[in-house]
């Protein structure tokens, strides 16, 4: 900020920011702002447009049903047809399920409602429905003591 110049913003630097969308003044802010909202609605636009461009914007949808046994969470996909199934590459992780669509990238994801062991996973296709098999994880409520160090 120079010495003339009470202003601290330099309201020209911002003018060649935005490539002459700002209106014309003597250095001072605009009364009428309204362009600034036109302005980032088609910026916004032009971004997610062009990022989207070309990518297949429908996610997995497979109805899915999960239920639990005592020791094991099996969860059931509706998968109809056979080539959908066989490009269908199912994740598991501790908490969730992911179905990734191998010809696309979509995936769908469904939330367990308790932990598992990953590794136990048993999966079959049959008769258009996909289905898990996962062993739930042993997570025991005991309480450990702590052992504290005590630096002095």
């Known amino acids: 900020m120079d010495k003339d ?8 630097q911002f003018h060649e920011l935005f490539r002459g969308h700002f209106p014309s003044g ?10 600034i909202q036109n302005y980032v609605q088609d910026t916004l ?21 999960v239920f639990e ?10 998968v109809p047809d ?3 199934a066989k490009n269908i590459q199912p994740h598991v992780s501790a ?5 990734e669509n191998g010809a696309d990238g979509n995936s769908q994801y469904i939330p367990l409602h308790s932990h598992v062991v ?7 296709y049959k008769n258009g429905i996909l289905q898990l098999h996962l062993k ?7 309480y450990y003591e702590a052992r504290v160090r005590f630096l002095e």
């Open 136 to 142: 739930k994880a042993k997570i025991s409520d005991t």
């Open 82 to 84: 056979l080539p959908t």
């Open 26 to 35: 003597n250095g001072q802010p605009p009364v009428d702002t309204g362009w």
């Open 45 to 65: 636009q032009r971004a997610f447009t062009s990022s989207t461009a070309g990518k297949p914007s429908a996610k997995l949808t497979f109805p899915s049903e």
């Open 95 to 99: 908490t969730r399920v992911k179905l």
């Open 5 to 12: 110049n009470k202003d601290p913003f330099n309201w020209n």
């Open 118 to 124: 990953p590794q136990s996973c048993k999966a079959v």
């Open 69 to 78: 046994t005592h020791n094991n969470v099996v969860v059931k996909i509706s």
